[in-house]
Structure formats: C-alpha cells, structure tokens
C-alpha cells in the first residue's frame, strides 16, 4: 500500500478501535433539502463537535463550509449522486479523483446501486475511480446497496452479500450497505467481503435506542464502521449522539452505557447554549 494512502486511511480509522464513524450530508441531490439539513453551516458545526472521524460532503459543501473544521475532522468527498424522484436506480459521477486531491479529501465515496440492468454503468464508474484513486493513494469509500430495479428485498442477506462483494471486486476499500434485519445474516454479509464493512441508517430505526441497538449487535460480528445520516442530524442533539455512537465503537460500550454517554454529553451541551 502506497504511504499515503496509508496516511489517509489513518485519518479514517480511530487509532483504539481501527473503526470509522462518518456521518453524510450529502443527501439533498439525493431526497432533496431534508429538515434539519438546510442550515449546512449549523449542521456541520454540531458534527464536527461530536468528534467522528470523518464527514462525507460533495465538492460545493466542502468549498463553502468545510474549511474551519480542517484538521479536526476528515473529509470524505462524494463523487456520484442519485435520486429517489429523478433516476432512483443511477448513481452518476459528479466528481473526479483529481478533486478530491486538490481539496485535500482523505478519501473519495462513490455510490452504486446494484440489482438491475442499470449496475453495468455504475460498474464501470467505479471500475475508473478505482483504478484512479489507487494512483492517487487515494482511499475508496463505496456507497453499495441492492436497490436496482430488478430486486424485491433490498435487506435480503444474499443481496447484499453480493452489492458488497462486489465493491471488495473492484478495490473499494470501506463499502457502506444496508442492514439485513438481523446480526445472523449480517454476519454472512461480513464473511463474504474482504473490504472493511460500515452501516448505513436510513429508514431501518425509530429512535435512538433503535440505531444504538442495530449498531451494537452489527458491532459484535464484525463491523468496520458506520456512515450515519438523516437520524444523526434530525435528531434535538447529534452531537450527543454522535459521542453515543463512539462509546458504542471505541470503547465498546453497551447500548445503555451509550445512552449514559448521549444524557451526560446532552446535559453538558444544553449548559453551553
């Protein structure tokens, strides 16, 4: 592995656990300007002082919003964009491996959705971003999910299984999918990918405790690493989720310890306002 892909990965994984936790904003081309996503200003704020280790953002938030937080906090820059209401079965390439260099990202995420005669395009892109960054030294980061327009369960263990052994194909070196409903046939998911596996959220928890408890359990069969969105920055605190998460990851932490950890750091977070 080239040093500095070596560096750049370093940036991504916590030192003590060697897992990453990532939160996305990169949603409003996807499912539009979300609530609580339409003050970018305020939301990255709230994030970066939860302390995850990365934060994955296509290239206009980065430029616009995403300079006071360098150094404190990695960028994953976002090269491709779906959309639920416009082409809900096509990630397209927005950014290239270039950009991301000259904004100093330590890692590129690109999206592809498999499952449909539409994947074949989505391969080749991230075939060439592959192939791109690897010259770079550029950590990949891939969004995989089985959502193309050929799939019935898109939490069916045995699709997701091959979304992410397919990104593990091509050089991807952290895949983000989809939970399967249960630890058991997550586990086989792990089990088939030589890639690092994260979890995405999404519409799979209601609450709190809900994600904490998904987590946790994906956690003890081997999970790699979260890329957290919508019920971080839609909840009343997401920095006391996010040291939730943590203690979750880096130390550990039961589901009600985490919780220990979002009430302690809520209180303390309400005091400085």
Request: negative net charge.
């Amino acid at each position: 592995m080239f040093i500095g892909k070596q560096i750049r990965l370093s940036r991504l994984l916590n030192a003590a656990s060697g897992r990453m936790l990532a939160i996305t904003v990169d949603h409003p081309i996807t499912r539009g300007v979300l609530p609580g996503l339409e003050d970018i200003g305020g939301v990255m704020a709230r994030v970066v002082a939860g302390q995850p280790e990365a934060v994955t953002m296509h290239k206009g938030i980065a430029e616009k919003v995403f300079s006071p937080y360098a150094g404190k906090v990695a960028m994953i820059f976002k090269a491709t964009a779906y959309s639920t209401a416009y082409h809900p079965y096509f990630d397209t390439p927005v950014a290239e491996v270039d950009e991301a260099v000259r904004f100093g990202a330590d890692a590129i995420s690109v999206g592809m959705i498999v499952g449909g005669p539409e994947q074949a395009a989505q391969l080749t892109t991230l075939g060439r971003i592959s192939r791109d960054a690897a010259l770079a030294g550029m950590p990949l980061v891939a969004h995989i999910y089985p959502k193309g327009s050929m799939i019935k369960d898109q939490s069916d263990a045995e699709a997701v299984k091959y979304a992410c052994r397919a990104g593990a194909e091509l050089g991807v070196d952290i895949i983000k999918t989809t939970w399967t409903g249960s630890a058991e046939s997550f586990l086989r998911v792990v089990e088939a990918c030589p890639a690092r596996v994260a979890l995405a959220g999404g519409e799979v928890g209601r609450t709190l405790e809900d994600y904490l408890h998904m987590t946790r359990e994906a956690l003890d069969i081997g999970l790699a690493g979260v890329t957290y969105g919508r019920f971080v920055w839609q909840h009343e605190n997401p920095t006391a989720v996010i040291r939730a998460l943590a203690a979750l990851m880096h130390q550990d932490a039961s589901v009600v310890e985490a919780l220990e950890v979002y009430d302690e750091t809520a209180a303390r977070t309400r005091e400085c306002v």
